[in-house]
């Protein structure tokens, strides 16, 4: 290949989303030597902007020092770029004589990246390199970014769930998501016993009821004392709207450009609290909402996400050499590994929780499910049984 690479970020932070950036600037260098490695701020606002810092003058250590530090160091945007907007971003890569394009993301950045591909007809190569929380990439058995989430959110419950076995009450927490569980069911996964919480699992892949919700709360409280409750941001009710439309007065809501309710930030955790209230009278109880918190928090970087995030971005200069795609990351049964996979097969698209991941009649992980997040979060704090 010729010398150009550039290099950006889309869509929310995580932990681990420099390591992408730095494990392929560092592949261009050792297979390009001499090449120029851009890296785009603020994601294609920076293409369409003209606005870069060159990679290729800073030297390693620091870039390593960036790569161990979460966020993203590149800036990044929410920007959804239509067939118009990418025509701008195509003419931007072409007066920075771009030869290839990685851009790290998610869902919206890999169909940025497949109208580019169409619209560019060959002259540059276009790689979406996996990033997101989320972990709703068709093509991945996981993405880099979820697995440091996912630490988060279990320590997170697991605390918890000590703190109310001390003073026995309802807790419920409220997690990043909007169409996928996989985020939410990690809170499961450092449980001690099946006596443990999080008593109750919310994803978006079931229809939620705040009936069923209470009364399921009611029996958790007659069998445990105590009842903690992981619900996803995104659960929907049974007519396909998000909870917080149907909890939260309508004059209260907030909508992203897209059109979408925004979820993170909402009434959603009052409008619960109220639920509860009403429901079970006079029952001690607190909603919480994790925020961002679990996304790109310093103290919960996995060192296996850091290695994969990193080797995915080094996988992707190979995928440039190719001509482009996805990279995926992959279980082959006994380890991860990477893969190049149509745009096509990515762009777009959302990955749900697989319906096995729960048990059928009540709201927790089935074995499948436990099985899967014990494969990827594995135990890493050893605490005692309380005796209460």
């Known amino acids: 290949m010729a010398g150009t690479f550039v290099i950006a970020q889309g869509g929310g ?8 950036v730095v494990g392929a600037t560092l592949e261009i260098r050792k297979r390009h030597p001499g090449a120029k490695v851009l890296g785009s701020i603020h994601g294609v606002r920076g293409i369409r902007d003209g606005n870069y810092v060159d990679l290729s003058a800073i030297p390693e250590d620091q870039l390593r020092l960036i790569a161990g530090t979460p966020s993203a160091a590149l800036g990044s945007t929410r920007d959804k770029p239509d067939a118009a907007y990418c025509e701008v971003i195509l003419n931007g890569l072409k ?42 990439l068709e093509e991945n058995d996981h993405t880099p970014g979820f697995i440091s989430a996912a630490e988060f959110v279990a320590g997170a419950f697991l605390s918890v769930d000590l703190d109310f076995r001390a003073l026995p009450g309802i807790y419920v927490g409220i997690v990043m998501g909007r169409h996928a569980g996989f985020l939410t069911a990690a809170a499961a996964a450092w449980q001690l016993d099946p006596e443990s919480g999080p008593h109750l699992v919310y994803v978006p892949e079931r229809a939620f009821s705040a009936e069923r919700f209470i009364d399921d709360v009611r029996k958790t409280l007659d069998r445990h004392k105590r009842c903690i409750v992981a619900v996803s ?7 396909g709207k998000a909870l917080v439309e149907s909890l939260v007065p309508p004059e209260k809501l907030e909508r992203d450009q897209h059109g979408n309710v925004k979820l993170s930030g909402s009434d959603l955790p009052a409008a619960l609290e109220r639920a509860l209230a009403e429901g079970l009278p006079g029952k001690r109880a607190r909603v919480d909402a994790l925020g961002y918190m679990p996304r790109g928090y310093v103290g919960a970087i996995s060192a296996v996400d850091a290695k994969e995030a990193f080797d995915a971005g080094a996988f992707a200069v190979a995928v440039a050499e190719e001509g482009g795609g996805s990279v995926a990351l ?30 059928p009649d009540v709201n927790q992980l089935s074995e499948a499910g436990m099985a899967y997040l014990k494969r990827l979060v594995p135990e890493k704090y050893k605490v005692g049984k309380p005796f209460v």
């Open 13 to 20: 932070p995580t932990a681990v989303i420099n390591q992408t």
């Open 95 to 136: 007066k920075a004589g771009a030869d290839a394009f990685i851009y790290i993301g998610g869902n919206d950045t890999s169909g940025t990246q497949q109208i580019l591909t169409d619209a560019a007809g060959g002259t540059i190569a276009f790689v979406h390199a996996p990033k997101t929380i989320d972990n709703d």
């Open 233 to 239: 941001e995104g659960v929907s009710t049974a007519d």
């Open 330 to 359: 992959q279980y082959d049964g006994k380890k991860t590994v990477l893969k190049k996979v149509p745009l096509k097969a990515v762009a777009g698209k959302t990955r749900h929780m697989p319906d096995d991941f729960m048990k």
